[in-house]
Structure formats: C-alpha cells, structure tokens
C-alpha cells in the first residue's frame, strides 16, 4: 500500500503562507503524478495543483500566481506553497498521488487531509 504523510497546515491571516508538505511511502513503483486537491464545505473537491513525473505542473485559475507545486523525486515529496492566501482558501487539503500498475490501470491513492484556515 502507498501511504500519505501531509503537514503544514494550519491558521494563517489573510495575505499570508503556508507550506504544505506530502511525503509518500510503500509501493509506489509506477508513480505518475502527485497533487493537491481542497474541499471547502459545502462544497465539491476540487484540484487545487498536480505535478506529473516529468515535471510538468497544472493550476486550477483560481490560484494560479499565488502556490506553487513542487517535488523530490528522492523523497516522494509533494510540496505546495501557499502565498497571498484568501479566507476562500479555507478547506481541508488533500494529496493525492497515483501510480501505474504493470497491468496499465491507474492506481490513486489519499492522504487523510490538512486543514487549512485564512482567518483574520
């Protein structure tokens, strides 16, 4: 099984930052992207960022210029960095990292979630 460690949440006032950490562990051969994803409540989970093996990274519009996706390949580590955060940033955070398996299928895998709090 791939197990997902996430930390960096937390309350942060309007305009500030928060580093969010994902550090990945277990069977993890295949690996072809890792992620972000919120879900504010009352709301639908959303993509927040993704960041595919090559490197190549994706944002949802409504915080793009403000976090940033990054990895270590040596580690299985996600990061996203947070900046200008908004109060309509508040939601619980979640990684997400999915592999393929020698048969092709795509296998997606959850952390448990980090709460995330912009609140002055």
């Known amino acids: 099984q791939v197990q997902l460690v996430e930390s960096g949440g937390g309350l942060v006032q309007p305009g500030g930052s928060l580093r969010l950490s994902c550090a990945a562990s277990?069977?993890?051969?295949?690996?072809?992207?890792m992620g972000w994803y919120r879900q504010a409540p009352g709301k639908q989970r959303e993509l927040v960022a993704r960041?595919?093996?090559?490197?190549?990274?994706d944002y949802a519009d409504s915080v793009k210029g403000r976090f940033t996706i990054s990895r270590d390949n040596a580690k299985n580590t996600a990061y996203l960095q947070m900046n200008s955060l908004k109060p309509e940033d508040t939601a619980v955070y979640y990684c997400?990292?999915?592999?393929?398996?020698?048969?092709?299928?795509?296998?997606?895998?959850w952390g448990q979630g980090t709460q995330v709090t912009v609140s002055s």
């Open positions: 277990g069977s993890i051969f295949g690996l072809e992207a």
């Open positions: 997400s990292l999915v592999r393929r398996a020698p048969s092709g299928s795509r296998l997606p895998y």
């Open positions: 960041i595919i093996s090559g490197g190549s990274t």
